[in-house]
């Protein structure tokens, strides 16, 4: 355990079924013109997008709308959203949707404020100061990214997937619903849902993980043991109506994920998260499924280096121990209909090695923070197993 640290992370969590009725009151606190940046599809769909453009209009705020937010959001892409703040002369930002679209919304508050590529800014050429101020509303509990400083971008030309980090993207709020959350089809909570345990997980395995960090990451672990199978179970009954549903449940998963956030900006994540970056920033694969098929088969061989650790998830997750933990992790990728592999995502032979070279380059600290150092050979071996 760390006896030295700093656990900065100043971000008003405002959570709780119902909560988004506070979105134009919060937002007008920072700014009268807002660009509401968001996807083309979901929030459209669910009538969320109209629901939120009312909230901050009853408070008087003007609103701009941006709606080209992709899963795995492009850097170009938070460019052409900087750009348009910035001709609008807008002064806030409310990203509204999943963790695409949030990530994307940071990046489009920090490159409005900061000239040039903002790929400079990520790799540390550049330095950056100030974002317009943020307020983030999730609408899938998986990424964290209201809980955070990360910025997760893809870089169109060298398809490089990795995150802006810089304190003045931490968002002034962020409004936890729950109920937002009921909307999202079965297999989008499924991989959403692992993501944000693959987060409390390797934050807690993470080397650098403090001891704020470690109960963080443990009861979120815990709460997503206990909860996710059963909201899963929801969805595919085809359940759509909040009254209707477990909101305990519900509840459990959303702050769960939201741990997931805070607890890696922390801590950082590990290995599975460095070697899945690579996979979905060539073939534009789903996140939580990249990692449903690397985290096995990196856990596996990563067990004799932290048994203790492996023996606490195991048992927050219904098993005994640390023998038998990728076997209950397995297990909950069984019930979620996510066990799977690279190839079956789109992944080819013939990208391992452009992807093991790639790994080194934009996760080194992620490979790193890992129990277990793996060499190049060892990170080759590992997407050859998880093909
Ligand atoms: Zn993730």
């Known amino acids: 355990m760390l006896t030295q640290f700093n656990h900065y992370l100043p971000v008003n969590l405002i959570f709780g079924a119902g909560k988004t009725e506070e979105l134009g009151k919060e937002t007008a606190k920072y700014g009268r013109k807002a660009m509401i940046v968001t996807g083309q599809n979901s929030t459209k769909r669910t009538g969320l997008l109209d629901r939120a453009k009312a909230l901050l209009e009853k408070e008087g705020l003007e609103v701009v709308i941006f709606d080209k937010a992709e899963p795995n959001p492009l850097a170009s892409t938070a460019m052409k959203g900087a750009a348009v703040a910035k001709e609008e002369g807008c002064d806030v930002i409310v990203g509204l949707g999943g963790g695409s679209i949030m990530d994307c919304s940071k990046a489009v508050a920090f ?75 079965a297999s989008v909570l499924a991989s959403v849902g692992f993501d944000a345990l693959c987060h409390c997980m390797e934050a807690y395995l993470s080397k650098i993980c403090d001891p704020i960090t470690e109960i963080t990451a443990l009861e979120g672990i815990r709460l997503i043991g206990n909860n996710l199978l059963t909201i899963y179970e929801e969805k595919k009954q085809g359940m759509t109506e909040p009254s209707k549903m477990n909101m305990d449940a519900w509840s459990a998963v959303s702050l769960a994920s939201t741990y997931g956030g805070m607890v890696i900006h922390q ?18 694969i789903t996140h939580g499924r990249g990692l449903a098929a690397l985290t096995p088969v990196i856990y596996r061989r990563t067990i004799d280096a932290a048994p203790e650790k492996f023996a606490v998830i195991s048992k927050c997750l219904g098993g005994t121990n640390e023998n038998d933990c990728v076997s209950v992790i ?56 998880a093909l």
Request: net charge negative; glycine share 6%.
């Open 111 to 185: 490159a409005a404020c900061n000239e040039g590529n903002i790929f400079d800014y990520i790799y540390g050429i550049k330095k950056g100061e100030k974002a317009l101020p943020l307020i983030l509303v999730p609408t899938t509990c998986g990424t964290g990214s209201e809980g955070n400083c990360f910025a997760v971008l893809t870089e169109d030309e060298t398809k490089d997937k990795k995150s802006l980090r810089d304190n003045a993207v931490i968002a002034k709020a962020s409004i936890i619903d729950p109920e937002l959350m009921t909307t999202m089809p």
């Open 267 to 284: 801590a950082g994540v590990t290995a599975p998260h460095g070697l899945e970056h690579p996979a979905s920033g060539m073939r534009n």
């Open 330 to 385: 397995e297990h909950l990728l069984d019930c979620l209909d996510l066990r799977t592999t690279l190839s079956r995502e789109g992944v080819l032979a013939e990208d391992v090695e452009w992807m093991t070279k790639n790994a080194f380059k934009v996760s080194a600290a992620s490979i790193q923070n890992h129990p277990k150092v793996f060499t190049e050979e060892e990170v080759r071996r590992i997407y050859l197993e």
